[in-house]
Structures are given as structure tokens and as C-alpha cells.
């Protein structure tokens, strides 16, 4: 059974100051200071708020979450994405800035407000919400360095008088520090996955900090290494040490089922040891926190489809890409696409005969109004919720693959090699559920493969339709090259897609979603997201990202 923070009391959010001018401001509000922070049940109630913050899919906190892939040359929506064909404009305001200061603001609360549950609430327990409280403090501040790199950085609560509110932007250096003060301090205080059990299953947990500590760290140690900057070593090493213990702790594992369950009902709750960060959703239509429609609204509809460029990434069954693969024919038919490929693709992307919708029960190659690309995603696609139109199917946020990614990756880029012992637990592990030929050392030089190629390869492919593609691109510094590049679709089978619909092609008939013409990258300045213009004007200290 899923446990589900279902009560958050509208008091609470009073006592948070969710109503104040944005940016840490606390009004004085009808709830006291000297009648909440009394025992442990407050500190959770307190606590219960933050995972609100959690992205799931759909709009969260004035955010729109689920699809962030079309910001990448992974997917593409109906319409041209501002951010991934270079389009966009500095904003007035951005949800993107300002959601990540309510939660900043609402753990700092928690952490300077937690002490007066003394002495009636013992120091661990009160150790154990500050630490949640720290955590999601951490995880909205590398929200915001992921986009805009350094921001003010704010550690307290505070009113219109405080001086803070005209701090100019911290440095990235100083915000990844205090990222990983609070991810240590969580690690340390947070109970372990199994102390939690099924009861607290959900809350943040001591392996879900060092998890997250290793995603931060190797999104710092890579931008730093691509770009001459900073301290890499010194990040990746952070990565590979959080990774580690993670896997030494053995409070995770691969699910057990099949990859198509991972992301279905068979893939919540305890049991999968899996999923370490979740954003939840509910147990029943009555006993719920929330709902989504993100198979219908969002998939089917057309608002998120895979490109040719996703699609041709999967390996053939043999380890090779299709480029040198004999395994690999041309296929004569959409069905031929997933022939001998990675289990993977099969399950990640529909093919005709898939279960669909109640309509049209079996997935069949439609006229292109909706999908441009002809293609379609399958994870979270479930016929009831297609029927419902309420989905209660929760959004894994970190899995154990990522962290098995993080340390290969982290691994080759401090020494630019890997061991075939540490593909073997890690990369190969992967490629298992992919039914895939394994990935040694002997393997790619044989074969005239780059390891570092293989090794991003694979972490695009495992964590594809989960919103990692653009964040990996921008700190690899590769974006300036991908992104500007056509999206293409799948090759049109006139006699399966049919002539409803007028499809641009290309001179080998491929579908032309979005041409090269209409696409670039800056890399000036699209690296970093724009400051919006009214934050600035309301804070004269903080200096626009160069170029915007």
C-alpha cells in the first residue's frame, strides 16, 4: 500500500505565508508560532506541505511538469517549443524561479521553527524534519541552479525589512555548497528506506539524499569538466561517493518485473526498492491526494512524442547501434522498427498492436493529427485511467538505474576509463533488462565504440520520457550541437499512415516535424535560463544571465 500525505491543513499553509510577495517574505497570519511547534505530529504536518513541491505531471504550484522532454531533441509537443528551438524570449515572470523560493521559504520556516517542539518532542525526532526540511531546501535550490546557475541564496525567513531581499545572485559554487550541506545533514539524520516501511513509505529517506546528492553533484562535476571551470574532480568524486553508498547500502534494487510495469500500478509502493524519490499520487479514486491525466492529456494527445532521434539511440539486441549493426535491415513496415532492438524501445514507445484506448483497444499507425512524429510513448499508458481520465499511477522522480548511471558516468569521467567490474554492476545490470549484449572494455574496441558515447547512450535510453535529455545535454555542452538539428519522425509508411493528413518529408521520407532552419542554439547564452524582468526590477542587485 502507497502511504499519502493527504492532510495539509489550509491553518498550515497560512503559517507557511503562502499568500506574502514572493521571495521569503512571512506575513503575520491567524495561526501562532506558540501553538503549532509542539510535537512530532506538527513537524510532520509541517513537513507533509514540502512534498507538494514534489513535479509530477500536470500543473504543480503554477508549474507545468510531465513533459519537459520536449524542451530536447527527445520529444516534441503539437506546437514548436520556445526552448528547444531557441525561440523564447526573457520573461516578465517565471514559475520556474519564483515556485522554488515558496519552497526554499517554507523549509526554512521548518527549520528555524522545529526547535520550539522542544522539550516536549526529543532531538532526533526533531533532527529527523529538519533534515526533510533541508533536503527539499536542497532540492529547490539545484532547481534553480540547473536553469539559472547562481541565485541569491536565502537561509532564513524574512520580512520587507530584510536586507537579503536585495542580495545580489550567489555563486554557483556557493549554492552547490550549501546543496550539499543539507543533503549531508539529511543523509545523516533521515531514516533508512526499511526503518520507514510501508507506513512512512513516500518520505524522504537517508538513501534518497545521497541519491539526490549524486544527481547534483554530477550535473556540477560534468558542466564544470566541459567547460575549464570550477573543481570537477572534486564534484564527480561527490557523485561516485554518493552513488556508492547508496549501492553498499543495499536498501535498493532493480524492480523485479517487467520495465513496461515499472510505471504501471504493479510499479508503487514498498515492494519496488526501485523507486527512492516518488512524487505520489493516492491508493484509491477515495482515498487520494491528487490525480492526473497524463496518458490521455498528454501522450495521446500528442503533447509529448518521441523523435527519430530517441528512437534510433536503442541498441540492437547484439550491443551495436544501428549504424554498425548486421542485425539491422532497413525496415519495410512500422512493426519492423522494434525487430531484434533493445526490450526497451518495445516498451517504450507504442508499436501497432499495443493496448491503447478504449476505442481503439489495440495502438494502430493513425493519420498524423496528434503524434507528428508517428510515434507515441508507453510509459504510464493505461486503458483504465484512459477511461477514468483520473490517473493515480505515481511519478518515479529517482530510481535506482539513475544512481547505477551516476556512478559509471562519474566513475569514466574522473579516471576516462571504467572497469569491466564496475560496468558489470552497473551498465550491464541495464542492459539486462534490455535483453542487449553486455558492455565491456574488450567489447568496444573491438567494435571501434567510445565508452563515454555507450555510457550516455544508455542512461538516455533507461531514463527516457523522465525529463533528464535537455539537463544532460546542457552539461555536457553538447546541446550546441543536437539541438539545432531537424526533428524528424518515423519513416512514413504511406500505406499505414495514409494520406489524411499532408506530412512534410524529407528527400528519404522521413517525417520533417520542425526543419533545421527554424531550430538553433546560442551558446552565449541559452546554457542559462533568463532572470524574468520583474525580479529584477524589484531587486536591482541581480544581474540578467549574459546574453538575455
Known sequence: MKHTFKHISYAFVLLLGLSACEVNRLPETSVSDETFWKSESDLKTACNYLYTFLPGFGTIDQVNYGTEDVWSDDAIGLASNGISDGSRLAPATDQNYLSPYRLIRASNNIIEKSPLALPTTAQATIDRYVAEARFFRAWGYFSLLQKFGGVPLILKTLTDASPELNAPAASRDQIIEQIYQDLDFAAAKLPTPTVLGTADYGRISNTAALAFKARAALF????????????????????????????????????????????????????????????????????????????????????????????????????????????????????????????????????????YRSTTPIFTIAPLVFNKTGYMFRKFANLDDWNTQASLIDRPLLRYAEVLLTYAEARYELDGKISDTDLELTINRLRARGKIAKLTNDFVTKNALDMREEIRRERRVELAQEGFRYWDLLRWKTAEIEMPKPILGMYFFKDEFGTTVASNLTPDNYILVQASSFRKFDPAKDYLWPFPINEMALNPALKQNPGW
Not at 307 to 335: C, F, R
Open 220 to 355: 556540477e562535476g560534468t558542466w564544470a569538466k566541459f567547460r575549464n571551470s570550477g573543481d570537477p574532480v572534486k564534484h564527480l568524486t561527490a557523485a561516485y561517493t554518493a552513488a556508492k553508498a547508496v549501492i553498499d547500502s543495499k536498501q535498493h534494487d532493480l524492480f523485479a518485473g517487467s520495465y513496461f510495469d515499472l510505471f504501471q500500478y504493479a510499479g508503487e509502493g514498498r515492494a519496488n526498492r526501485e523507486n527512492i524519490i516518488v512524487r505520489q499520487y493516492g491508493v484509491t479514486t477515495t482515498d487520494r491526494v491528487s490525480v492526473h491525466n497524463y496518458y490521455r492529456g498528454s501522450l495521446e494527445n500528442g503533447n509529448e512524442s518521441p523523435t527519430k532521434s530517441l528512437v534510433d539511440s536503442y541498441l540492437m539486441v547484439d550491443g551495436l547501434p544501428i549504424t554498425k549493426s548486421p542485425l539491422y535491415k532497413a525496415p519495410t513496415n512500422t512493426l519492423e522498427i522494434f525487430t531484434n532492438r533493445d526490450d526497451r524501445l518495445n516498451l517504450t514507445v507504442m508499436k501497432r498492436g499495443d493496448p
